[in-house]
Nanobody, 124 residues
């Protein structure tokens, strides 16, 4: 059973915006990085954005730099991915993920808790 719960996905037109949310309240004891991944149809899952638990360090894939913003609200135990100027190639299933312990933002194998994913189709 997933410990993370994503929400906010849905059909959006190119150029539109969407904000994804991820409830991390069940994993507050995890001190590692938080991240958003996505998997497009017939492609491998890729890291979109990540941040340290403090939020002070962030990373973005080149394809989303300047358009997506990762953030968190500690009072709500929620992390977000604000997606602006969406493109058709942003289509995919988006997953939030958490590392149990700090292992580096790009340590893909260290993300050991995952949500169930939320669909983001970008289409006109």
């Amino acid at each position: 059973q997933e410990q993370l719960v994503e929400s906010g996905g849905g059909l959006v037109q190119p150029g539109g915006s969407l904000r994804l949310s991820c409830d991390v309240s069940k994993l507050m004891q995890s001190l590692g990085a938080r991240a958003w991944f996505r998997q497009a149809p017939e492609k491998e899952r890729e890291l979109v954005s990540a941040m340290t638990i403090t939020g002070l360090n962030t990373w973005y894939a080149d394809s989303v730099k300047g358009r997506f913003i990762i953030s968190k609200d500690d009072a709500k135990n929620t992390m977000y991915l604000q997606m602006n100027n969406l493109k058709i190639e942003d289509t995919g299933v988006y997953y939030c993920a958490v590392q149990t312990s700090p292992s580096g933002l790009l340590a893909f194998g260290a993300y050991n808790d995952w949500g169930q994913g939320t669909q983001v189709p970008v289409s006109s």
